[in-house]
C-alpha cells in the first residue's frame, strides 16, 4: 500500500539547530502513529514539522508523492487537520460555529457554509458523540468535551491525516478513553491517518499500529508495539527500573523495599498483590511464595518482592519448591496468609503453615496498620 | 445557527433606525432648532437636485445652491449640521471598526487606537508636521495631515507590537499603550513649546478632538477612505474567523498568516488614523463600540459583527456628538469628554470580568 505521509532523513529543530534527525517514517491509510518518549523529548517538534509550523532543518516530507512545502497552504489544509495542545478561548462562540470553522479551506471568501458544509458539520459533530453540544457555547464545556470539539473541528476540514499533539493532557481516564476511541473508528471507518503524541504509554500500545520513540536527541525505536514491548525500548527510554512497569497491563509499581525478607507472604489468586503494595508502603521487604508462573501475583511479586518462589503453571507443586518456600520461612518474622486456598495449592500452604508453627514464627491473615 | 442570522438582522434593522433617528434629531438640535419635517423636506430636495447635478454634469447647480441658501435655517442644516452629523457617523464607524481589528490582533479585548497610545502617536506626528513642516511646504494641508496622521499611527502601531511580545498580559499591554502615549503627548508638548502662536492654536483646536467645524471636503475625505476601509475589513471577516482561535490554528487551516496580520494592521492603522488627521484623537470609542456590538449581537461571527461595529459606532458618535455640543450649549464639550464617559466604564468592567476570568 503507498504511504500517506512520510519522512526521508528529516531532521527537526528550531533555529536551524537540529534537535532530532534521521526520521525516517511512512504511515499508511487508515493507521496510527503514536510518538512517545519523556517530557522534552522532541515530540511536538516533529508534530509541528510535518504540519508545517515549524521549518524542517533538513530532509523531506511527503504527503503521497508530494513535497509538503511545495503544496499551497489551501491544499494543505485539505490534506491535514490538527488538534493542538494550546488552549483556545474564543468567545461568545457556540461549538457548531467552531466545528464549521473547519470548513475554512472549502468555502468562499465570505465563508459561508453551503448545505454541503452544514451536513459535513453535523456528521463531524456526530463523530465525536457531540451533536447535543453544537449550540453550547464552547467557553461553558468540560475539559473533555472541548477536546471532543476540537477534534471534531479537525474532522470537518476533512483531511486525510489528523495531527494530534497530546490530546490526552487535562482530560480524566474516562474522555481519555473515549477520545481514543473515536480516533480508532475514525481510522477504521474513514481510512484518516493519525498522527500524535501521548503521554500515556499503555494506551499508545494498545491504540497504536505504529510507535516512533524519541529521547530528546535520536528515533531509539520505531515500529509496531509488539516490536517495542519485545524490545525492552520503553523501559530504557524513560529510565525505568526493570519491571516496575508493567507494559502488558501499563500498570506502575514503585520501587520495592531493599533488605533481608522480614515477612513471607503466602500469597496467589491475585490476593497476594494489594498485600505487597501495603508492604512497600510501609517499607518492609518481603518473599512471596508458592506462586504460579502465571498468576497476577506473579507479576506483581517479580517487581516488589526480594524474592518470590515460582512453579510452572497446571503443574502440581514439587517437594522441591515447598522445601525452598520452607527454607525462606525460616529466615522470616512472620508468616502473612492472603487466604488463597484451591486444590493442590492447599495442599502445599497447609505444609507451609505447619512448617512455620513448629519453628515459632507467628501466622497472622491481615496486615495491621503499622508494624 | 438560523436564529442567529435572525437576531443578526433584527440587531441591523435597530441600528439602521438609530442612526436615521440620530441623523433627524441631530439636524433639528441645536440653538436654532429646525422642525423634523423642514429637515425631511430640504434634505430630501437637497439630495435629489444634488443627484441630479452630478448626473447632468452641474446643470442643476444654481437651483441646489439656491436650496441650499434659501433662509438661515437652509444654510445651517447643509453647511453645519448635515456635514457634522455625516462626518459624525463615519468616523465613529470607522474608529469603532479600527479598533475591534486591533482587538484581533493583540487578542485582547481592551485594545483600541486610544488606550494603545496609537491616537496620541498620530497626534504627535501631525503636530511635527503641523508646526515644523506644512508652513514651509506647498502641499495641501489636509492631505499631509491624513499622511501624516497615518504614518504616526503606524509608528506606534508597530513600537506597541513590539512590546507586545514581550508582555504577554492583557493588562501590562494597556500600561504600555498608556505610556506610549504620555512619551507621544511629550514629544508633541515639546514641539508646541518651540512654535510660535499662530501653530499652537491651529494643533490646539484640533488636537481637542472635535466634530466641529466639520464640511463636505472632509466627508468626502472621510468616506474616501473609510469605505474602502470597511469594505477591506469586512472581506478579511473570513480569515479573522480562524485567528479568533489562535495563530496556529488559522496557519493549519490554510490563511497565509503573516500577510493577514499586515493587512490587519495597515487596514486598522489607515481607518484611525484618518479619524485622528479629521478630528483629532478621540477616546475610548475602538474599545467600548467593538463590546456594545457584541452584546448587542451575542455572537463572535466576524461577518457579522463587523458590520454592527460599524454601524454601533455611527450610532454611538452621533449621539456623543450630540450630547457634547447641546448638553451646556453654547458651550460645546469634546467629544472625548463625552466618549470617555460611556467608553471608560466598560472598559473597567471588562477588566474586572477578566481578571475574575484568570483566577479561575
Redesign the interface.
Known amino acids: 500500500m503507498e504511504s500517506l505521509l512520510s519522512t526521508k532523513d528529516l531532521a527537526v529543530g528550531y533555529n536551524r539547530k537540529i534537535l532530532i534527525n534521521g526520521i525516517n517514517i511512512s504511515l499508511e491509510k487508515g493507521k496510527i502513529l503514536t510518538l512517545i518518549g519523556p517530557n522534552g523529548a522532541g515530540k511536538s517538534t516533529v508534530l509541528k514539522t510535518i504540519?508545517?509550523?515549524l521549518q524542517s532543518v533538513s530532509g523531506n516530507i511527503f504527503i503521497g508523492s508530494q513535497l509538503i512545502n511545495n503544496i499551497p497552504?489551501?491544499d494543505?489544509?485539505r490534506q491535514?487537520?490538527?488538534v493542538?495542545t494550546?488552549r483556545?478561548h474564543?468567545?461568545?462562540?457556540t461549538c457548531?460555529?467552531?466545528v464549521a470553522?473547519?470548513r475554512?479551506?472549502y468555502?468562499n471568501?465570505?465563508?459561508s457554509l453551503s448545505e454541503h458544509d452544514?451536513s459535513v458539520v453535523t456528521s463531524s459533530l456526530e463523530r465525536v458523540h457531540a451533536l447535543d453540544l453544537a449550540e453550547k457555547d464552547f467557553s461553558t464545556l468540560s475539559d473533555g468535551q472541548r477536546q471532543r470539539i476540537m477534534l471534531a473541528r479537525a474532522i470537518c476540514?476533512e483531511p486525510e491525516i489528523i495531527v494530534l499533539d497530546e490530546p490526552t493532557a487535562y482530560l480524566d481516564i474516562r474522555y481519555k478513553i473515549e477520545l481514543l476511541s473515536i480516533l480508532r473508528d475514525m481510522t477504521r471507518e474513514q481510512g484518516t491517518a493519525v498522527v500524535m503524541s501521548l503521554h500515556e504509554i499503555d494506551l499508545a500500545m494498545k491504540i497504536s499500529d505504529e510507535i516512533l520513540c524519541l529521547d530528546g536527541e535520536r528515533i531509539t525505536a520505531y515500529g509496531s508495539p509488539d516490536m517495542i514491548y519485545s524490545s525492552h525500548e520503553i523501559e530504557r527510554l524513560f529510565d525505568l527500573q526493570s519491571g516496575s512497569y508493567n507494559l502488558l497491563f501499563g500498570s506502575v509499581e514503585l520501587p520495592k523495599t531493599e533488605g533481608k525478607p522480614e515477612v513471607f507472604v503466602i500469597a496467589g489468586n491475585g490476593k497476594g498483590t494489594p498485600l505487597f503494595r501495603k508492604l512497600q508502603r510501609q517499607g518492609i521487604p518481603f518473599a512471596a511464595g508458592i506462586l504460579f508462573e502465571n498468576d497476577v501475583d506473579c507479576q506483581t511479586a517479580d517487581v516488589l518482592s526480594i524474592e518470590v518462589v515460582k512453579t510452572p503453571a497446571f503443574h502440581p507443586i514439587s517437594d522441591d519448591v515447598i522445601r525452598k518456600a520452607a527454607e525462606i520461612i525460616s529466615g522470616c518474622r512472620y508468616v502473612l496468609d492472603a487466604g488463597t486456598d484451591y486444590g493442590t495449592f492447599s495442599r502445599a500452604k497447609n505444609i507451609l503453615l505447619d512448617h512455620a508453627e513448629k519453628n515459632g514464627i507467628p501466622i497472622m491473615d491481615k496486615l495491621k496498620g503499622t508494624n | 445557527m438560523i436564529e442567529k442570522q435572525g437576531r443578526f438582522v433584527l440587531v441591523m434593522a435597530f441600528l439602521v433606525f438609530l442612526l436615521f433617528a440620530g441623523l433627524v434629531i441631530n439636524a433639528n438640535t441645536g440653538t436654532v432648532s429646525i422642525p423634523a419635517a423642514d429637515v425631511f423636506r430640504m434634505t430630501f430636495e437637497g439630495l435629489r437636485l444634488h443627484i441630479t447635478d452630478l448626473f447632468t454634469a452641474g446643470k442643476y447647480k444654481s437651483e441646489l445652491d439656491s436650496v441650499i441658501n434659501a433662509d438661515t435655517s437652509s444654510q445651517i442644516l447643509f453647511r453645519i449640521r448635515l456635514p457634522r452629523v455625516f462626518l459624525a457617523a463615519l468616523l465613529g464607524g470607522a474608529l469603532s471598526v479600527s479598533g475591534y481589528l486591533l482587538q484581533v490582533f493583540f487578542r485582547n479585548p481592551i485594545a483600541g487606537p486610544f488606550v494603545l497610545g496609537i491616537s496620541s502617536g498620530a497626534k504627535m506626528v501631525v503636530g511635527i508636521a503641523l508646526i515644523f513642516l506644512i508652513p514651509h511646504s506647498a502641499v495641501n494641508g489636509s492631505f499631509s495631515l491624513m499622511i501624516a496622521s497615518f504614518i504616526g499611527s503606524l509608528l506606534i502601531t508597530m513600537l506597541v507590537l513590539l512590546f507586545s511580545q514581550k508582555v504577554k498580559s492583557m493588562s501590562m499591554l494597556l500600561v504600555v499603550g498608556i505610556m506610549v502615549g504620555y512619551i507621544c503627548s511629550a514629544v508633541t508638548d515639546f514641539c508646541i513649546t518651540f512654535a510660535n502662536d499662530h501653530d499652537v492654536i491651529n494643533l490646539t483646536n484640533w488636537s481637542m478632538g472635535s466634530f466641529s467645524g466639520a464640511n463636505w471636503e472632509q466627508v468626502r475625505t472621510a468616506l474616501r477612505i473609510c469605505i474602502p476601509g470597511f469594505l477591506a475589513s469586512f472581506l478579511l471577516s473570513k480569515p479573522v474567523s480562524a485567528y479568533l482561535l489562535s495563530e496556529a490554528y488559522a496557519a493549519s487551516m490554510g490563511v497565509p498568516v503573516k500577510a493577514f496580520r499586515i493587512v490587519l494592521l495597515l487596514v486598522s492603522s489607515m481607518l484611525s488614523a484618518c479619524v485622528t488627521a479629521i478630528a483629532g484623537p478621540i477616546s475610548f470609542v475602538g474599545i467600548a463600540v467593538p463590546h456594545i456590538a457584541r452584546i448587542l449581537l451575542k455572537s463572535s461571527k466576524p461577518n457579522n459583527l463587523i458590520p454592527t461595529v460599524f454601524l454601533s459606532g455611527a450610532v454611538f458618535c452621533i449621539f456623543c456628538d450630540l450630547i457634547a455640543r447641546t448638553l451646556f450649549s453654547p458651550v460645546e464639550l469634546k467629544i472625548g469628554t463625552v466618549t470617555s464617559v460611556f467608553g471608560a466604564p466598560i472598559v473597567i468592567y471588562l477588566m474586572i470580568k477578566r481578571h475574575s476570568g484568570e483566577k479561575k
Do not use: D, H, N, S
Not at chain 1, 474564543?90 to 462562540?93: R, T
Open positions: 504540519t508545517r509550523q497552504g489551501k494543505f489544509a491535514t487537520a490538527v493542538l494550546e483556545i474564543p468567545e461568545l462562540m457548531a460555529e467552531l470553522m473547519g475554512y479551506p468555502t471568501i465570505f465563508g452544514k476540514q
